[in-house]
């Protein structure tokens, strides 16, 4: 006996407002005086009890009867989207370019938007610092607290909105675009106010001092754009023809992925690095075309980024300027290239490795202290929002504290300015010094803690420094703060990168190695860049994008041997010991984030049958034509986001939840003995596999089609369905390889396939 139906809707957080339930519309019925009407179903009615953490899409879209080759994934609107003759694909491709030339217009417009206000807010900073510390007898004491002042308040404004407003904001961004590109949905992380504050938050973050990148911030704000410009026509704001076929998920993800592409070129001014990162680390699935569009919106993302920043600080445009975030330095390109230093830095790989596998360590011990002590939730949610503002207090302040103190701990240490050197005793670096600015002397250590990250990555690749203005003890000490600092900051409830810390903890020791090498007429910045690309790859695991984002970023392709055999060597030494810092992230979180098998997987599924990790039969699911009121009680009390459709026993097709709500919202009220044309909504040519198929197979051709559900057939009947693998099952296959050997995995899956993780 089915359960009986509620008269009270059960809503969903994503359940449109102002719909008028069943029980309401009795009600009105009643208070008239007529007789009690019928039990009015809505579609508010049935969804489930609880929605899942979790859901996934298919990349590639089903194609109902219904909606006629068609599935929405925005809101209903009155053109008719039925008809394909409505759309030509010829201009469907020019439209498609104008939108990635839209988008990377906005991309590098945002990107230029966070220069330009993080460098007012900088040097605006330290305009006042001066000014107070010369109208006061406190000196350089004044100064500290004006920066702890404006530092303080404004990290606590923009880590407040972070935790209340949107968690989504915060972080890096770039793991929540990973799992959504892995076709996870995580509601709100495309939404308008989460770009608002990645971008507003940017600006604070870069402009008080924590040590903080870009490229995760950038990365997200490239997803959100690319979102809302390919569908931007469902907000109901216009409705264009040509723009029909970007109704799919499958569009949506690609201008995603493209996106995310152009917020890491105009991130660093790197168009080829921007593509390479987006198909090497961010993307689960890519195309061709995806490739060449992403190639025209990189260039014009980052072209616009460099050319509207550069506005900041240039006096006189005839003769050129350097735009802020920039770190292009001339290199000595008379330097003839040597064997003998391709061991040397193989030797710098290896260290880096090890130190990139140590701060991965500690990223994941940081975040999960952090998730149980705040009792983050794996959608951004948290219950202890007060105290994670809290702590971005305390961690301002200890970057401050311990960046102004170290630095104050030099005053009278400084060292001789050098005529033609990078840095000037007109800066910071000269005012913390004993002389004062414009004295001739500077504090390198100050022009390392205390300058702009920019500033000081710029010093740390020159040239034409040696060991007088960077000693190896100055470095050492600068590349441990700022590696402890890193570790402190990243996951608080601020938008911000890892890329620009690990730059200058690389550049740090990989100068100390060019220092040591200097008497064999070896080049202090060179071995920076180095350092750099090689902390880069033992934290992020990246290779081929890693290496086109620092020569794009230097300009020196004579090192591209010393670097790419750095990155490689360093990679592969930091896998033998833990996974990189953004997969750590999602592991933390418990994504079910599906991630590429390696050896080690593939011998762990060996000999075992996709039926190995399923939801066996009896499944619940429906006939071609049910009732309303079953079709309610179904939805309503299972989280199952798809149902098999079956006739006699035989499969005649998969219909998932979001079809039937969705047919629902655009008919109304109907009653509970009416029936529904299920088998219209369905897809009628699911993917599916014998119970035979081998499991690592199954996973690879889950994975790389994008699907959300394969179903498993009968050995002897391909007909009936003795199964239903989803992502949570392959999920569970991953953490039964990653368990330990002592007997730990359990083979009986069926009692526990749908315990821990919600079907997605």
Known sequence: MRPSIPTT????????????????????????????????????????????????????????????????????????????????????????????????????????????????????????????????????????????????????????????????????????????????????????????????????????????GSEGPMAHLGAIVGAAVAQMHMRNF??????????????????????????????????????????EEASTYWRAETTWRAFFGCIIASFTAKHLSAIVDCPDPSVGCEAPGTYLEATDTARSFRVWELFVCALVGVFFGLLGALFCGGVKLVQSHRRAWFHLFSMGKDRRRAWRVVEVIIVIMMTILLSFGLSWAFFHRCNPAVPNAVIGDDGIAGAMCYEGEGGGKVNSLAALLMSSRDDAIRFLFSPYMGDSEFSAGVLILAAVVIFILTLLTYGLAIPMGLFIPNIMIGACLGRVVGIWMYATGGSVGSYAVIGAAGMLAGFSRMTISLTAIVLEITGDLWQLPYIMITVIISKQVADLFIKGAYDLVLEVRQVPYLEELDASHEYCMRGKSIAFRMSHAPLVGFSPVETYGRVHDVLANYMHCAFVVEEHGKLRGLVSRSAIVDYLWRHGPVSPDETLDVIGLANRGPLTVPEFFPLDKGYSLFRQLGLRHLLVTAREDSDKVVGIVSRKDLFLALNDCDAPADGAVDCNISDKSTRDIPDV
């Open 238 to 279: 216009f409705q264009l023809r040509a723009m029909l076929p970007f109704s799919s998920h499958r569009i949506k993800y690609e201008f995603i992925s493209i996106g995310t592409a152009m917020g890491v070129a105009a991130a660093f001014q790197a168009p080829l690095g921007g593509i390479l990162f987006s198909l």
């Open 9 to 212: 809707p059960s809503v969903t957080s994503g359940s449109p407002p102002e719909t008028e339930t069943a029980a309401a519309v009795a009600s009105e019925n009643e208070e008239q005086g007529d007789q009690p009407a019928a039990l009015r179903l809505t579609a508010s009615d049935f969804c489930c009890l609880k929605p899942p953490p979790f859901e996934s899409f298919d990349y590639f879209v089903d194609q109902p009867s219904k909606h006629r080759n068609t599935v929405l994934v925005g809101p209903a609107w009155s053109l008719d989207k039925s008809d394909p003759a409505h759309y030509r694909p010829r201009t469907t491709v020019l439209v498609g370019w104008f939108l990635v030339i839209l988008a990377g217009l906005l991309v590098g417009v945002l990107r230029a938007v966070i220069l330009m206000g993080s460098y007012w807010l900088y040097h605006g900073r330290l305009l006042l610092m001066a000014s107070v510390i010369d109208a006061t007898a406190a000196g350089l004491t004044s100064g500290l607290f004006v920066w702890l002042g404006i530092g303080v308040s404004l990290s606590a404004i923009i880590g407040a909105l972070v935790a209340y407003v949107e968690p989504l904001a915060g972080g890096s961004g770039i793991p929540d675009v990973k799992t959504y590109l892995n076709g996870i949905i995580l509601p709100r992380l495309l939404k308008f106010r989460a770009c608002v504050l990645r971008v507003v938050g940017q600006i604070v973050v870069v402009g008080v001092g924590f040590f903080a």
